[in-house]
Every structure is written in structure tokens, then in C-alpha cells.
């Protein structure tokens, strides 16, 4: 049996897939994060960051996807997919992330090394709470798995926060 609590090669071909979408929101001026979503039946739902472009700060990657997640997939659906994400998801995405029911997260860079990167993020200090924190307080199991690809999750972020400090 799989330990879903470890990344596999086909997990990180996915983190890889995430980091792209991360790509795509940078260059189209939002903040570099990206998620999808991998089903059982492998449907594949993209989210990219849009704080920047939408005036929205709630619109982070996984955020995102989980809206266009939890009109389109069961409930059953959610929970036995797979959200991957180029960095940590913050308190708030896990959050969404745990109401909608989704039963794995994998994440390449982790919180604390995005906070080396960008000590304060539009005036505002990042948040240090680990998803698997947020998740363990609540009564369904998300198994999460990551960090991983630290070098290719961090690149996309290269020189983007630099501007911003």
C-alpha cells in the first residue's frame, strides 16, 4: 500500500505542473503560486494566484481552486483527490482546502522558507502556521505531504518579492 504521506515521481510531476501555473500567475502580475487538483479519475482543475489583479486578497492559488473545485466535483470527489501546490498553503487556504473536504494536500516550498524570502507581504507580516497545524485541529484527516523541489518551487519566486519589501 501507498504511503500517501510521502511524494512519489508522479506527485512531483504534478508539484512541477503546479510550479507552471505559479509561472503563468507571475507573468501575468499576480503573486507567483499556483495549485491543481488530481482526482481518482485524474481531472485536473488549475488555480492560479489573482490578489494583484482581481484587488482581491483572498485570491490565492488554492482558494481559487477550491471555488471552482466545490461546484464541480462531489463531495466524495474532493475527498478522495489530491490539491498540489507550489508553496505551503497559508491558514486561510488550509482552511478552505479542509472545508471542502479535499483528503490530501502536497506542497513544494515551505512557509518558512517563503517567509525568508518575503518578510513582509504588502505591508503585512506572512503568517507562520504550518497547514498540517490547521489541519490537525480539525475533525477530518487531511494527509499532507512535503516540502519538496525546494530549488525549482523557489525559483519562481526569484527577484519577484525583491520590489515589494
Same mark, same amino acid.
Given at each position: 500500500?501507498?504511503?500517501?504521506?510521502?511524494? #512519489?515521481?508522479?506527485?512531483?510531476?504534478?508539484?512541477?505542473?503546479?510550479? /507552471?501555473?505559479?509561472?503563468?500567475?507571475?507573468?501575468?502580475?499576480?503573486?507567483?503560486?499556483?495549485?491543481?487538483? %488530481?482526482?481518482?479519475?485524474?481531472?485536473?482543475? /488549475?488555480?492560479?494566484?489573482?490578489?494583484?489583479?482581481?484587488?482581491?486578497?483572498?485570491?490565492?492559488?488554492?482558494?481559487?481552486?477550491?471555488?471552482?473545485?466545490?461546484?464541480?466535483?462531489?463531495?466524495?470527489?474532493?475527498?478522495?483527490?489530491?490539491?498540489?501546490? #507550489?508553496?505551503?498553503?497559508?491558514?486561510?487556504?488550509?482552511?478552505?482546502?479542509?472545508?471542502?473536504?479535499?483528503? $490530501?494536500?502536497?506542497?513544494?516550498?515551505?512557509?518558512?522558507?517563503?517567509?525568508?524570502? %518575503?518578510?513582509?507581504?504588502?505591508?503585512?507580516?506572512?503568517?507562520?502556521?504550518?497547514? $498540517?497545524?490547521?489541519?490537525?485541529?480539525?475533525?477530518? #484527516?487531511?494527509?499532507?505531504?512535503?516540502?519538496?523541489?525546494?530549488?525549482?518551487?523557489?525559483? %519562481?519566486?526569484?527577484?519577484?518579492?525583491?520590489?515589494?519589501?
Amino acid at each position: 500500500m501507498t504511503d500517501l504521506s510521502t511524494v #512519489s515521481s508522479s506527485d512531483e510531476a504534478h508539484l512541477r505542473h503546479a510550479i /507552471e501555473v505559479a509561472r503563468a500567475s507571475r507573468e501575468v502580475g499576480n503573486h507567483p503560486f499556483g495549485a491543481i487538483l %488530481v482526482t481518482s479519475e485524474d481531472i485536473i482543475i /488549475e488555480g492560479q494566484n489573482t490578489v494583484v489583479t482581481l484587488g482581491d486578497p483572498t485570491g490565492h492559488a488554492e482558494m481559487n481552486l477550491v471555488r471552482i473545485a466545490a461546484t464541480l466535483l462531489a463531495r466524495d470527489a474532493l475527498r478522495s483527490s489530491t490539491l498540489y501546490t #507550489s508553496t505551503e498553503p497559508c491558514a486561510m487556504c488550509s482552511g478552505a482546502i479542509y472545508w471542502a473536504g479535499i483528503g $490530501r494536500v502536497v506542497y513544494a516550498l515551505p512557509e518558512e522558507q517563503l517567509a525568508a524570502m %518575503v518578510p513582509r507581504q504588502d505591508g503585512e507580516a506572512t503568517m507562520d502556521l504550518p497547514c $498540517r497545524e490547521v489541519f490537525a485541529r480539525g475533525g477530518n #484527516s487531511v494527509t499532507v505531504a512535503g516540502p519538496t523541489l525546494l530549488a525549482e518551487a523557489a525559483e %519562481v519566486h526569484a527577484g519577484f518579492w525583491d520590489a515589494r519589501k
